[in-house]
Structure formats: C-alpha cells, structure tokens
C-alpha cells in the first residue's frame, strides 16, 4: 500500500533482515532476494524512493543489476 506523506525521516539503521538469528544478509542473498520480489514489490518501491543521498553498496550492486530500481523522479 503506497500512502502520500509529506516528509520522510531516513535513518542509518543497519539491516533488520535475520535479526532473530544474528544474521547479516549479504549482497548476493539481497539481490537473491530483490530478484524474487520483482519490480512492483514493496521491497524494489523502498529502494526507488530511498533519497539519492542513501548511497550504499547495496543500493549501487542492486540499480547496477536491476535497472527498474532507477531512482524516481522528484
């Protein structure tokens, strides 16, 4: 569900992904992981509207390998 919002706060959080076994995904279980969800998942929506300054090396390897995940404009 997409929802209108007016400011956003970003936070440098780290992964909560495998929090209950201690687990750090890596890059390749990420794509793995994005691959499965596919283009309109609200996992590829998260990283499209992520701000352009969040520049991890998640978010290159993963707009370097799915070009739909191309910021949105504005």
């Known amino acids: 569900m997409l929802r209108q919002l007016d400011a956003v706060v ?3 959080l780290g992964p909560n992904w495998g929090k209950k076994d201690g687990c750090v995904p ?3 279980d990420a794509m793995d ?10 996992a590829a929506i ?4 992520a701000p352009a300054q969040i520049d991890t090396d ?8 799915f070009p739909w995940l191309k910021q949105l404009p504005g």
């Open 33 to 42: 992981f994005l691959r499965q969800q596919g283009e309109g998942s609200e």
């Open 58 to 65: 998640y978010r290159r390897l993963m707009v370097a390998e």
């Open 10 to 12: 970003w936070t440098n």
């Open 26 to 28: 890596s890059a390749i």
């Open 46 to 49: 998260y990283v499209k509207n």
